[in-house]
């Protein structure tokens, strides 16, 4: 017999769905004990119900968009939906079926009401160290092997009761052993939380109806996305580019996607991408599949949270064994720079078929930043991992967000200046806007960042900055943003300029100085308003010569609008 269903109620359950999901993010956050997850929040939850489907997911990293699911699904695979006991909780991190890097761990509980599976809550967290041959995980890694241990899915509770051999075993296999049990068990208590407060609803509702509403829900998802996949013009978009290296001196990297709209369905082909290369910049097919998803999403029925109706009108094919689905034994640490760079070429690609709700390219990467050593405070290792943010493309009637972090990451952030310099030996100098950085345009790309490093004692230092060869682009004729640099300045003034390097000894005293690029711009530069143009000069965007040589405003020595001079050199 099947429950009819009312739209008050399903709505009260849909947003109930969604408010546990961000009950257990708060849970994980809040109990975590690295600051990657508590400050910078790299990490994601989700509520699915008892196929693996998702009921609800919280603000989190987008890169994960519908992709715990898949743990799940895949550990059901594998042994059958019957392995699951009331009381489990599974570990795992095996990039070949989460597509990620290894020290993104999946923990996930199946959830049992009135002796009845009616769910999983499942979390993500990225751990500091997971055993790889150099603190973190390294930047020019050949093989997985050299990136961590391994993790199919494994219980590490069993009948509510903590597996001691198996955690015992994940604390000596990190570097940071004491933090990484405090984050896994930050992530128990997230699924604790999801399992209580699903309990929760389904002991007023009930479980007919609880279900009724998943499954309007679901319904109401696919017909929306379906409605506006339909009205996209039926046709063949097509965008490539390059990814810079894949840290162990290739030439770039080809990014290639041919996107098919027909009708109500869409499906994103990625044939002619790299095959699978010998550095660390490939990934499961599971994160691929995730990062077209967010691509989708931005332009798709945006406004409409992700649920398991979502997507349903997606078809994602990859060649197999290349970047975009890599086969053992190839290395996956920098998974998420091709995508990044997937995303954008999605947006540029869906341009003639809809030209209003695309942007232009954003500074794409992730822009990681590594400092490890001794502290001398503590005589205790330390190693301080964090992205830096960019700026991201202008649109058709708006300029691009400056310092904001890149696509994939969502509600990640680089760590407030007071929280770094309290726990590491590194002070923080200078943060601010890098000028110029922002493509040129009609509406000006959004700027990127720059942010000085001074190491207290003698350091390594890793990088992992992407998008020179391809930095962020223009459309309708606005000018590309600036790609990225490091500068790193040794105590003896001598200076490098670096994008890529794995633990670099540096000696106490250097300046590490990164600078993030700048969004495209969109329309040409000489529409844009010289008024604008001066207060982007006021407020460090944009210099003076850049005023006058990019957008064809000529300024007073007060920093006034010369609007004979701009009309003449405009003019000419």
Known sequence: MTTRIDPVTTEIIRNAFISIAQDMNATLIRSAYSPIIYEGKDCSVALLDNHGNVLGQSLGLPLFLGNLQVCVQLTAELYGWDYFRPGDVLLMNDSYMTGTHLN?????????????????????????????????????????????????????????????????????????????I????????????????????????????????????????EVLEREAVLAIPDGLYHAEGFIDNDGLGSPPIPVKMAVTVSGDSMEIDLEGSSPQARGPVNCGFAQTISAARVAFKLLVNPGRSVDGGTFKTLTIKAPESSIFRAQEPAACQWYFTPLGLLIDLFVTAMTPAMPEKVAAAHYGDSMV????????????????????????????????????????????????????????????????????????????????????????????????????????????????????????????????????????????????????????????????????????????????????????????????????GTAVLRAQ
């Open 104 to 180: 993104d761990i999946t923990v996930f509980a199946p959830i049992y009401w009135q002796d009845k599976l009616v769910g999983f809550s499942a979390s993500r967290a990225h751990w500091l160290d997971v055993g790889a041959k150099d603190a973190g995980g390294p930047m020019d890694s050949s093989e997985i092997y050299q990136e961590g241990m391994r993790w199919p899915p494994t219980r590490i509770y069993e009948n509510d009761k903590p597996r001691e051999d198996i955690i015992e075993l994940l604390r000596r296999n990190g570097r940071f052993g004491f933090l990484a």
């Open 369 to 564: 930043i590594f400092l490890a050593g001794a502290d001398p405070r503590s005589k205790l290792p330390f190693l301080a991992v964090e992205p830096t943010p960019g700026g991201w493309g202008a649109y058709h009637d708006g300029d691009g967000q400056d310092a904001l972090i890149n696509n994939v990451n969502g509600a990640f952030k680089d760590l407030p200046i007071e929280v770094y310099e309290s726990k590491f030996p590194v002070m923080i100098h200078n943060y601010r806007i890098r000028t110029d950085s922002g493509g040129a345009g009609e509406y000006r790309g959004g700027c990127g960042l720059v942010r000085e490093y001074t190491v207290g004692p003698d350091s390594y230092l890793s990088l992992w900055f992407d998008r020179s060869v391809t930095p962020a682009w223009g459309l309708y004729g606005g000018g590309s943003g600036m790609g990225p640099d490091v500068q790193v300045i040794a105590p003896s003034g001598n200076e490098e300029h670096l994008l890529k390097v794995n633990v670099k000894p540096i000696p106490a005293g250097t300046v590490v100085r990164t600078h993030t690029g700048g969004g495209g711009g969109y329309g040409e530069a000489f529409r844009r308003d010289p008024e604008r143009v001066r207060m982007d000069v006021l407020d460090g965007y944009v210099s003076r010569d850049a005023a006058r040589e990019q957008y064809g405003v000529v300024l007073t020595d007060d920093l006034r609008v010369d609007a004979d």
């Open 182 to 221: 405090g984050d896994m068990n930050a992530q128990v208590a997230a699924g604790r939380t999801g399992e209580g407060r699903y309990r929760g609803i389904l002991d007023r509702f009930g479980y007919d109806t609880v279900m009724a509403a998943r499954d309007e829900i679901f319904r109401q998802s």
